[in-house]
């Protein structure tokens, strides 16, 4: 890597499209938002002087993620600079945890049209799951060598065999914003009625204070891991965990799944976007339907009250993090598949 081309929309210009899009809705207010196509056009001009800017002899361009174009730059233009892309998302993907009619088909439509140019100005398209590779092919009609899965890398490195404690009847739920739309709510549902059944259950809650205060939970709020004094407590909390638990309605990758696979701890998601491919494609646990209460109860008073089939699953979803979701395996599938261009 040569450099990074950094940029940020003004704070008046952001403020000003976030107004524009004003809804009574507040579902509706952010989905306008979240697809607001003078935005990411905007953007694609503020990336473009960015890239304008660097001094460094390259050769090739990525970016992250499709909320900008960065094909019409100049420099780009007139040196044939391949471009390639990053993604853990794509409209698609979004547009399935949307509820129908929360926006017009126009609205959809615009965001559907620029993202699918910002696609065909590029030579490959990276992606971090083999689920959001298949939507690229299918949805938008890339061609298959085109789009490229390059995977995930864990942010915790273990090195050596993972000796864990499962006994210790702890689950781990983290989100940092959208409690409803995690999954939340059912895991409370199912938390109370499984530890009538399992005596000594606990729930540890991160990410927020949700003003959940009642037996058993406990709430460590915002942890900063960028901080070393909360990445301390973050890791603490997977390493005493036996069963982490995130029933999202929907998940655009779902890292906070790999993080707590790197500690050897099961899983349990839903049957939406990647998780099925990160959790069951791994065995490192089990996906339930989103909303199914019930199904949540059932597993966690199955699991907690077996330590040899925790112990199965933990220990299958760290040899996937071992082999599977590393930084180096990640770089050298992009590298490989960057390296016939330049």
Request: hydrophobic share 40%; charged share 25%; aromatic share 12%.
């Given at each position: 890597?040569?450099?990074?081309?950094?940029?940020?929309?003004?704070?008046?210009?952001?403020?000003?499209?976030?107004?524009?899009?004003?809804?009574?809705?507040?579902?509706?207010?952010?989905?306008?938002?979240?697809?607001?196509?003078?935005?990411?056009?905007?953007?694609?001009?503020?990336?473009?002087?960015?890239?304008?800017?660097?001094?460094?002899?390259?050769?090739?361009?990525?970016?992250?993620?499709?909320?900008?174009?960065?094909?019409?730059?100049?420099?780009?233009?007139?040196?044939?600079?391949?471009?390639?892309?990053?993604?853990?998302?794509?409209?698609?993907?979004?547009?399935?945890?949307?509820?129908?009619?929360?926006?017009?088909?126009?609205?959809?439509?615009?965001?559907?049209?620029?993202?699918?140019?910002?696609?065909?100005?590029?030579?490959?398209?990276?992606?971090?799951?083999?689920?959001?590779?298949?939507?690229?092919?299918?949805?938008?009609?890339?061609?298959?060598?085109?789009?490229?899965?390059?995977?995930?890398?864990?942010?915790?490195?273990?090195?050596?065999?993972?000796?864990?404690?499962?006994?210790?009847?702890?689950?781990?739920?983290?989100?940092?914003?959208?409690?409803?739309?995690?999954?939340?709510?059912?895991?409370?549902?199912?938390?109370?009625?499984?530890?009538?059944?399992?005596?000594?259950?606990?729930?540890?809650?991160?990410?927020?204070?949700?003003?959940?205060?009642?037996?058993?939970?406990?709430?460590?709020?915002?942890?900063?891991?960028?901080?070393?004094?909360?990445?301390?407590?973050?890791?603490?909390?997977?390493?005493?965990?036996?069963?982490?638990?995130?029933?999202?309605?929907?998940?655009?990758?779902g890292e906070v799944f790999i993080e707590a696979m790197s500690y050897g701890?099961?899983?349990?998601?839903?049957?939406?976007?990647?998780?099925?491919?990160?959790?069951?494609?791994?065995?490192?646990?089990?996906?339930?339907?989103?909303?199914?209460?019930?199904?949540?109860?059932?597993?966690?008073?199955?699991?907690?009250?077996?330590?040899?089939?925790?112990?199965?699953?933990?220990?299958?979803?760290?040899?996937?993090?071992?082999?599977?979701?590393?930084?180096?395996?990640?770089?050298?599938?992009?590298?490989?598949?960057?390296e016939p261009f330049v």
């Open positions: 890597m040569c450099d990074v081309a950094d940029f940020e929309m003004p704070k008046v210009l952001r403020k000003a499209f976030f107004l524009r899009n004003l809804s009574t809705s507040k579902e509706r207010w952010n989905v306008k938002d979240q697809l607001d196509v003078g935005r990411y056009r905007l953007a694609g001009l503020y990336a473009r002087d960015a890239v304008g800017e660097i001094q460094a002899s390259y050769n090739s361009v990525i970016q992250i993620g499709s909320s900008f174009c960065i094909g019409k730059s100049p420099i780009i233009k007139k040196n044939e600079i391949p471009l390639f892309s990053y993604h853990d998302n794509n409209f698609s993907s979004y547009v399935r945890s949307v509820r129908p009619g929360v926006v017009g088909h126009n609205h959809l439509r615009r965001a559907f049209r620029f993202e699918q140019g910002v696609y065909e100005s590029l030579t490959r398209v990276f992606t971090m799951s083999k689920t959001l590779r298949k939507s690229f092919i299918e949805d938008f009609g890339l061609p298959e060598e085109k789009v490229v899965y390059a995977g995930f890398g864990s942010p915790f490195f273990r090195n050596g065999a993972i000796d864990k404690d499962y006994s210790q009847r702890n689950i781990v739920f983290v989100a940092t914003h959208s409690f409803e739309a995690k999954g939340g709510r059912e895991l409370l549902d199912a938390f109370r009625r499984a530890r009538k059944v399992v005596p000594g259950l606990t729930l540890t809650m991160i990410g927020k204070d949700w003003g959940v205060d009642e037996p058993g939970i406990k709430c460590l709020g915002f942890l900063d891991k960028r901080n070393e004094a909360d990445l301390s407590i973050y890791k603490r909390s997977f390493e005493e965990a036996s069963l982490f638990i995130l029933p999202s309605h929907n998940e655009a990758f701890v099961p899983c349990i998601g839903t049957k939406t976007g990647v998780m099925p491919e990160i959790i069951e494609g791994n065995k490192a646990g089990f996906v339930v339907n989103p909303g199914d209460s019930r199904e949540l109860t059932r597993l966690i008073i199955e699991l907690i009250e077996s330590e040899d089939e925790l112990r199965k699953l933990g220990q299958a979803g760290f040899q996937a993090v071992n082999n599977e979701y590393q930084w180096s395996t990640v770089t050298s599938r992009i590298i490989n598949a960057i």
